[in-house]
């Protein structure tokens, strides 16, 4: 049995990381917004508060913050949150994902 070469090139993978991590978004965010419906308790913006934090300890500058700040709250928080979940999506198709062992699109 061969292994096929990978033959993907930088642009195909990272687009391909892209519109996974939109689908991914779009179901999470359904998933979020049922949950908020039902009165389930999830996060609200834990990941977002941790950065916010994490940068004003670096930077403690409130001037360096000062363009999320221009935002409402929540529309920043929604803008960090895919911005967030694409970067993730990138990072995986480029760092872990090619070091796995079997891959779906290899063929025999």
């Given at each position: 049995?061969?292994?096929?070469?990978?033959?993907r090139t930088l642009p195909f993978r990272v687009f391909v990381a892209l519109l996974a991590g939109m689908i991914a978004l779009a179901a999470n965010i359904a998933l979020l917004s049922i949950a908020s419906a039902a009165n389930i308790r999830t996060a609200?913006?834990?990941?977002?508060?941790?950065?916010?934090?994490?940068?004003?300890?670096?930077a403690p500058s409130r001037s360096f913050m000062g363009w999320l700040e221009d935002f409402a709250p929540p529309v920043s928080q929604t803008?960090?949150?895919i911005v967030t979940g694409l970067v993730m999506a990138i990072f995986y198709a480029l760092v872990p994902e090619p070091k796995l062992p079997i891959r779906l699109s290899s063929r025999a």
């Open positions: 049995m061969a292994v096929a070469s990978d033959n609200h913006g834990g990941l977002f508060l941790l950065f916010t934090r994490i940068i004003h300890r670096v803008v960090f949150h």
